[in-house]
């Protein structure tokens, strides 16, 4: 599994993708650049505007101060609304930068959504500042950083607070850790009572609920019979606003999809239809692995709702 972290500057991303690490022994891929394509999920970690310019500011001209202060600020609001813009569009899951205090609500949260499982290492924390690359393990240690507190007390940060708003609507309430998974158990039950909607429509019936292929440990949502055939269905929700992507834009969606009909051929005749809520987005790894699957009948048919 393939998990990016991208987050604007000085928002913990070293301390989560290093506790993540430790604590379940999956990497999490650290940038500050907007990558757009081939991951199975998106992570970042917002923060105040105002504070993510300070410690940014302070860990630069800590290091360099070959422009000036208003050039840098420039850059930081410039970026920042860049950003915060493309996690609006592309990010799957998105916490707030207060929540790393309880970091293991953060790990779980995140094992929750990807099946990730923890181990039982302890956390030792190995970040150090890197003076070589410009990194500080905290911006707070250095004697800019009140001067860049005092310079930016009154600096106008409101189309940043008016996107950083956005995107705190984003982050999940880690208090009520049922919330989540409810949300995306509805939303998955939803998109079932739609395909057995347009099961019936196509003139199929009767048709099995949670049919189970017990030889082979895997189980469809739906056999479905009409004239001519029987139909396994399975069905791959979600929708806008859920913290993933739905349909056959998460790759994991894909793959479990497709090792469900790898397994089920072995039943030779079966007719394997795939529902999913959203296309892939073109040239994707998902999109890949469709029109692979479909090119070798691992699946039959592929249908969008």
Do not use: W
Request: hydrophobic share 35%; glycine share 4%; net charge negative.
């Amino acid at each position: 599994m393939m998990i990016l972290l991208p987050t604007y500057p000085r928002c913990g991303s070293h301390f989560l993708a290093e506790y993540f690490l430790q604590t379940t022994g999956v990497m999490l891929n650290k940038t500050h650049y907007m990558i757009s394509n081939n991951y199975d999920y998106r992570v970042t970690i917002i923060r105040d505007p105002r504070d993510s310019i300070v410690s940014r500011l302070a860990m630069q001209i800590h290091f360099e101060e070959s422009k000036t202060m208003d050039e840098y600020l420039e850059i930081c609001k410039r970026e920042y609304i860049l950003f915060y813009n493309y996690i609006l569009e592309k990010v799957d899951i998105v916490f707030e930068y207060s929540q790393l205090k309880n970091i293991d609500a953060v790990v779980d949260h995140i094992c929750n959504i990807t099946g990730i499982k923890r181990n039982n290492n302890s956390f030792a924390d190995t970040i150090v500042d890197r003076p070589e690359t410009g990194f500080l393990k905290t911006s707070t240690v250095s004697d800019k950083y009140k001067f860049c507190q005092e310079y930016m007390e009154d600096k106008d940060l409101t189309e940043l607070y008016e996107i950083y708003e956005k995107a705190k609507a984003m982050v999940p309430d880690l208090e009520n850790k049922t919330n989540f998974q409810s949300e995306s158990k509805k939303s998955g039950d939803e998109f079932e009572e739609k395909v057995l909607q347009d099961l019936i429509d196509r003139g199929f019936g009767p048709i099995e609920r949670n049919y189970q292929f017990k030889e082979a440990g895997v189980e469809v949502d739906f056999r479905a019979h009409n004239v001519d055939r029987f139909e396994y269905v399975e069905a791959k929700g979600g929708k806008e606003g859920d913290a993933k992507r739905p349909g056959a834009q998460r790759t994991d969606n894909v793959k479990k999809a497709i090792a469900n009909g790898a397994l089920i051929k072995t039943y030779n005749t079966l007719y394997y239809v795939v529902y999913f809520s959203a296309r892939p987005e073109p040239g994707s790894y998902s999109d890949k692995m469709i029109n692979l699957a479909l090119n070798y009948k691992i699946i039959d048919e592929v249908r969008y709702l």
